[in-house]
């Protein structure tokens, strides 16, 4: 499975960006998505993640009432639309999958198996 992630750029506090993670080749089983991100010297950080059939949501509580995950699963697509954004959601974002995932959603990266490169988003204050 590949992921590609797109839709980052630069944007001003307050502003709005959606993310997209496009999903390509054969998976076997069903699958949760997640998004992570990672600022400059710091750790990769837990930002949402959506069930297969999206019924289910999870999100940080950095980003809750602000980020919402979405999915298109005609597309193979999951979706982060990013409003009220600021400069600490700088970071490069990530999605990943977690195969064979059975509706209880985690924020555990060591969890997911495939990794998209990474988008970067950056707010300017």
């Known amino acids: 499975v590949q992921l590609v992630e797109s839709g980052g750029g630069l944007v001003q506090d307050g502003g709005s960006l959606r993310l997209s993670c496009a999903a390509s080749?054969?998976?076997?089983?069903?699958?949760?998505t997640g998004w992570f991100r990672q600022a400059p010297g710091k750790e990769r950080e837990f930002v949402a993640a959506?069930?297969?059939?999206?019924?289910?949501?999870y999100y940080a509580d950095s980003v809750k009432g602000r980020f919402t995950i979405s999915r298109d699963s005609t597309k193979n697509t999951v979706y982060l639309q990013m409003n009220s954004l600021k400069p600490e959601d700088t970071a490069i974002y990530y999605c990943?999958?977690?195969?064979?995932?059975?509706?209880?959603?985690?924020?555990?990266?060591?969890?997911?198996?495939?990794w998209g490169q990474g988008t970067q988003v950056t707010v300017s204050s």
């Open positions: 990943a999958l977690e195969f064979g995932n059975t509706g209880v959603l985690s924020d555990d990266s060591r969890r997911y198996d495939s």
């Open positions: 080749g054969r998976t076997f089983s069903s699958y949760a």
């Open positions: 959506i069930s297969w059939r999206g019924l289910i949501t």
